[in-house]
């Protein structure tokens, strides 16, 4: 098991000599390395048995270290940055030399974000390098939103999680891309409601299994072990099942009992949905239900990327 611990110097000790650190950002845990160590990156993708065809999100301590690592940075995307970073907005722009292949598998551009969480903030403040981080579980399974879910499965990869307690947003960042229009290649933390006003229009382009321009949109992910069926409530119930268990957004389903149950946000409100969904689907794992009923949220601002990872989830 790794130690868990608010040691930033520790933490920092242990990037610099080219380890892996799990990190604590506003959306989910991350795999952290050096992002310009070849080397170092290849640890991530061993630890979490991630394909190469996946690339990796670069975290960034602001837009000064941004421009380090790209070409140029569009007049749109300084604005956007300059209103939503530190936070969960991930901008994919055409790569300068010194980012290695290996991090964006080959694609000429690269992930860019600046996480919101003072504890990661300070770290890359600290460090020379950017640091590459996809999220801290192994490749396919839901992502981590404690440090504790980080120990579980990735305790025996990683010496040291920086514990920045629970995850405040989530669901991972937002991606968006600007090669002919801005599009949202991943639904995520910040809403196109937020994006929209500066934006534009968006174009959304989500998934699949062949989309070149998120390799790891694939159709089937953030996948918990058991058979998920999602539904609106009329359509959970329409099923009887003796062993299920439930997620819900407000209101527990008539019929099931209470101990396997999982309301989402009493209070109706998408935010504190999409901040237990991770860890709801984690405890419902680790029952003996049989089958796990996830009821869809109102398809708007975060109950999109709610609802895409059910989807995902259940596929
Ligand atoms: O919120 C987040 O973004 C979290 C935290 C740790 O920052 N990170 C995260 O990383 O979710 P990961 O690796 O689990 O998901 C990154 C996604 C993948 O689907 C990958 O295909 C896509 O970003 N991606 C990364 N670089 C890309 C690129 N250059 N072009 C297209 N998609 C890219
Ligand atoms: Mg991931």
């Not at 960034?60 to 995307?77: F, M, Y």
């Amino acid at each position: 098991m790794a130690d868990i611990g608010k040691d930033i110097t520790r933490a920092q000790q242990l990037l610099l000599d080219g380890h892996l650190v799990a990190i604590p950002t506003e959306t989910v845990y991350g795999l952290a390395a050096n992002a310009l160590n070849e080397k170092a990156v290849l640890e991530i993708f061993k630890a979490k048995n991630r394909p190469h065809f996946d690339p990796l999100i670069v975290h960034v301590s602001g837009l000064a270290q941004a421009e380090t690592l790209v070409e140029s940075i569009p007049d749109i995307v300084k604005t956007l940055t300059q209103k939503f970073w530190p936070g969960p907005l991930t901008v994919l722009l055409p790569k300068k030399e010194i980012v290695p292949d290996l991090v964006t598998s080959g694609l000429n551009t690269v992930g860019l974000r600046c996480p919101d969480h003072t504890l990661t903030l300070e770290l890359l403040k600290n460090l020379p390098f950017p640091l590459a981080a996809p999220s801290a579980n192994p490749f396919g399974y839901v992502s981590p939103t404690t440090p504790q879910h980080v120990n579980e499965q990735l305790g025996d990869k990683v010496s040291y999680i920086l514990d920045g307690g629970e995850c405040r947003v989530g669901i991972e960042s937002t991606i968006l891309g600007f090669e002919n229009t801005p599009t949202v290649y991943r639904l995520g933390g910040l809403t196109l409601e937020a994006l929209e006003p500066i934006t534009g229009p968006l174009h959304v382009q989500l998934n699949s299994s062949s989309n070149p321009h998120a390799p790891g949109q694939l159709q089937s992910h953030y996948a918990p072990r058991k058979k998920i069926l999602v539904g609106t409530r009329e359509q959970l119930l329409a099923h009887s099942y003796l062993k299920a268990g439930t997620i819900v957004f407000q209101n527990q389903l008539p019929g099931f009992s209470d101990v396997k149950q999982v309301i989402l946000s009493p209070s109706g409100n998408l935010e504190e949905a999409a901040q237990h969904l991770f860890a709801a689907l984690r405890q419902l794992d680790k029952t003996d239900v049989e089958i796990i009923l996830a009821e869809l949220v109102p398809e708007t601002g975060l109950g999109r990327a709610i609802n895409d990872r059910l989807r995902r989830a259940a596929h």
